[in-house]
């Protein structure tokens, strides 16, 4: 149950595959600062730092101490500026969109038995449609492995973080695609609005959403914020009122 991270910051998205029974074999980052996060946190984790677009699948595949078909994942969240509403909306133009099928070149050449690949909902609707297809189209593309072909079932669905019991609506594209010929199901949200809590027609049980004092309200006081974060709130502000979130 060995996964290759990519663009894995500081660690998040790997902490929930863990919990979910998987082990991460090797995450690719980079940005010093969130490596040397991983480091501290992770000492036997084998880290790469460095541009993905230098990277050789068979130098991440050498680190993780696997070899083709054996990765049981590919995880990862690409930049999203490029997709964001709130960016330029440049997208496969930009240098950044274009990392998006590096994530793709490096779970063509490892060959995972399955992929699950995380962005901003905006990359459903640039150009209506046109990075996303484009990104599809590249994952469906088989591939040539030792004289044997290899091809991804490819699904992907918008979800929301309070659906499953996050503090804060946060939607974001998953990407999910596995070469075993499995059909898969995007989990079915345990959370609503509290009106909507209970059983569904399905028979489905629903908890209210959590709030924010769910989530935090037993922490000790904040210290007084930084005269750093006064700053960076009221960019969070204006941007709110600008773009709507």
């Not at 099928?101 to 995380?118: D, G, N, S």
């Not at 209210?208 to 009221?234: C, H, M, N």
Request: proline share 5%; aromatic share 8%; charged share 25%.
């Amino acid at each position: 149950m060995k996964v290759i991270s990519l663009f894995s910051g500081a660690g998040g998205m790997d902490i929930g595959f863990e919990k979910a029974g998987f082990e991460i074999a090797v995450a690719v980052e980079q940005d010093p600062s969130c490596c040397n996060t991983l480091k501290l946190n992770r000492p036997n984790l084998k880290v790469i730092q460095g541009d993905i677009s230098g990277i050789e699948a068979a130098h991440i595949l050498k680190e993780a101490d696997l070899t083709p078909l054996e990765p049981a994942l590919v995880i990862g969240g690409p930049p999203c500026q490029s997709f964001s509403l709130a960016g330029k909306r440049l997208g496969m133009g930009d240098k950044r969109g274009m990392l998006i099928l590096e994530f793709v070149r490096i779970v063509h050449e490892t060959l995972p038995k399955a992929f699950v690949m995380e962005n901003v909902q905006g990359m459903m609707n640039w150009e209506n449609g046109k990075a996303l297809e484009t990104v599809l189209n590249e994952f469906r593309d088989p591939v040539i492995y030792n004289g044997k072909e290899y091809s991804y079932d490819v699904s992907y669905h918008v979800l929301n973080a309070a659906d499953y019991g996050v503090a804060q609506f946060r939607e974001r594209l998953f990407i999910v695609g596995n070469r075993l010929k499995k059909n898969f199901t995007f989990p079915y949200p345990t959370h609503g609005a509290k009106e909507l809590a209970g059983s569904d027609m399905f028979g489905n049980k629903n908890l209210p959403y959590r709030t924010t004092w769910d989530a935090i309200g037993g922490l000790p006081d904040a210290d007084e914020p930084s005269e750093t974060a006064k700053r960076v709130s009221q960019t969070i502000k204006g941007r709110i009122e600008k773009h709507g979130y």
